[in-house]
């Protein structure tokens, strides 16, 4: 059961990646991409695999170190549950970056590599992100206009709504 269920986190998540990036500024990827509740059937599974292990992973994280990630890990629930939370994880991260970049105007065409990379390595995809999307928020004045519901740019001389970045806090 715990390999069935390591694997379906996976598969649980794979419908929405391949739409952020086969199907970028289509309607549905527009609203999958914008809800936080793609991951709660990951979460379910990460709860499934996490139950059974609670004392182990209460211990690991409460008292963080590398010998209890270790003991933790060395049980297929415990990193079973580990693999799902990263899967939820990553999936949020994936959805966030693709928003940026739609509101940012980065082309699909270096999105959807850098996407895939995610996918396999979150923290590079992130720091590869992170750069492009300072270089063209400073190249744009932090926001480009979008028409409101379709992540798509505005055209120039247009009032199309434009997302609230609380990072740049406008």
Not at 72 to 77: P, Q
């Given at each position: 059961m715990t390999g069935f269920l390591f694997e379906?986190?996976?598969?649980?998540?794979?419908?929405?990646?391949?739409?952020?990036?086969?199907?970028?500024?289509?309607r549905l990827t527009e609203r999958l991409a914008a809800s936080p509740l793609t991951v709660v059937p990951v979460l379910l599974v990460y709860l499934a695999l996490a139950l059974p292990v609670l004392p182990e992973?209460?211990?690991a994280v409460s008292s963080p170190d590398v010998d209890g990630f270790r003991e933790?890990?060395?049980?297929?629930?415990g990193a079973g549950a580990i693999w799902a939370q990263v899967i939820a994880w990553d999936l949020l991260l994936g959805q966030w970056m693709y928003r940026e970049a739609r509101r940012l105007g980065i082309s699909a065409w270096v999105m959807g590599p850098l996407l895939v990379l995610t996918i396999l390595l979150s923290p590079i995809g992130l720091l590869l992100f992170l750069p492009l999307r300072a270089i063209r928020r400073a190249g744009t004045g932090g926001a480009t206009p979008v028409v409101a519901g379709t992540g798509e740019a505005a055209p120039a001389g247009t009032a199309g709504a434009a997302a609230a970045d609380p990072v740049a806090g406008n």
């Open positions: 379906l986190s996976f598969w649980l998540a794979a419908p929405v990646w391949l739409l952020l990036i086969l199907a970028p500024g289509t992973l209460w211990a933790l890990t060395a049980l297929a629930d």
